[in-house]
């Protein structure tokens, strides 16, 4: 196996790993559950199913994509991460810029975690590219 490929294999996991991170830690911040149980809202927003399924392929796709590396050829795996890891690093970038303008009291957990995501997609998408030139 291809150093590249495991490489990328695991920046997928940290991604992966981080974003569930911001999901459970976000729970314990005050009031968060009680407000949930009572309005069914998380941050403004209703949740529903339609909501709820856009979270589980947020929570979904990267361990997914893990794998990936593994067994796809070399053009397509290249491709393949990175262009996944442009778009989800543009969302490694929004995160940290959205919790400093909301301003939360847990800003510091969310931006470090924000930041850990951007470098990972960063990461991958470096990798990926680098890898024409072994090949």
Request: glycine fraction near 8%.
């Amino acid at each position: 196996m291809e150093d590249w490929k495991i490489k990328i294999s695991v920046l997928w996991l940290i991604y992966g790993g981080a974003t569930l991170a911001i999901g459970i830690l976000g729970i314990f911040e005050l009031g968060v559950l009680e407000h949930f149980i009572a309005t069914g809202e998380i941050a403004g927003e209703q949740i529903g199913p339609e909501t709820l399924l856009v979270l589980a392929f947020f929570l979904l796709v990267p361990f997914v994509i893990a794998f990936l590396p593994l067994t796809l050829k070399d053009s397509i795996n290249r491709w393949t991460n990175i262009i996944l890891g442009i778009v989800f690093a543009v969302f490694g970038l929004l995160s940290p810029v959205e919790y400093l303008a909301n301003q939360s009291a847990y800003l510091a957990y969310m931006t470090l975690i924000g930041i850990v995501q951007l470098v990972a997609a960063a990461l991958i998408v470096w990798y990926a590219w680098k890898s024409k030139q072994k090949t």
